[in-house]
């Protein structure tokens, strides 16, 4: 059965995706402009207080996943920790050594102290950015990982769908795939029938409010976007996923 997950930045976003049934949603900041930081610990703790399962994102700054700065991992493994400490379900975690492979000892640093046992735990889409992706979902299942987040390494899942049906075979139920990256709708049964155990959509919409000049150059800000998020959760549950609108939070 396929889950579905929405990457959401506020409260408004959490509520949204509860009401379409979604079974998780992973909270970040600042996805448009950088593909997901950290939220703030208010943002975390307001989210979980929705009711729906959260997991957060682990990101202490945009750009790649390589992280030789001990200071970053110092921060990463402090978020974890508080993330942790407020309730999340999951962390969405990642890094990467300088030549593309999996950062075993990196991701060591970051989860030094969290009790991983009574979470879930997701390697994001750094990934994509790792050429054998075999080795590495054999890496991340040996360190205990729950899934992995993944366009097949390209730019959208429809143009990665070939490597994830590879990914889920490869993966064989030993680690769960989860496709995202430019999902639309209309993508879904296809990723249904490679086998994908979840999808994550971000189905957001711009709301127009002009920052003015102190405002960083913005015009708005990112939202879910509830009738679209109705719209993927119709479908996944029209082509056989479990996803039933209005279903209460696991």
Known sequence: MTALEFAVQDVAGALGARGVGADRVELCAALGST????????TIEAVVGT?????????????????????????????ARAAVSAGVRGLVVGALTPDHRVDVEGLRRVLDGVDVDDIELTFHRGIDQIRDREAA???????????????????????????????????AGRIQIMAGGGVTVGDIAALQRVGVDAIHLSARRVIADDGGPGGGGTSGHEQLDEELAAAAAARLLATGGPTTPGRPPA
Not at 35 to 42: E, Y
């Open 35 to 42: 593909g997901g930081l950290t939220p703030s610990i208010g």
């Open 51 to 79: 009711g729906i399962p959260v997991h957060v994102l682990i990101r202490c700054r945009a750009g790649g996943f390589v992280y030789a700065d001990a200071e970053e991992l110092a921060v990463m493994n402090a978020d």
């Open 137 to 171: 979902l054999d890496t991340l299942i040996a360190g205990g990982m729950t899934r992995v987040l993944t366009s097949g390494g390209a730019a959208t899942c429809a143009e990665g769908v070939d490597e994830l049906a590879s990914m889920v075979e490869h993966a």
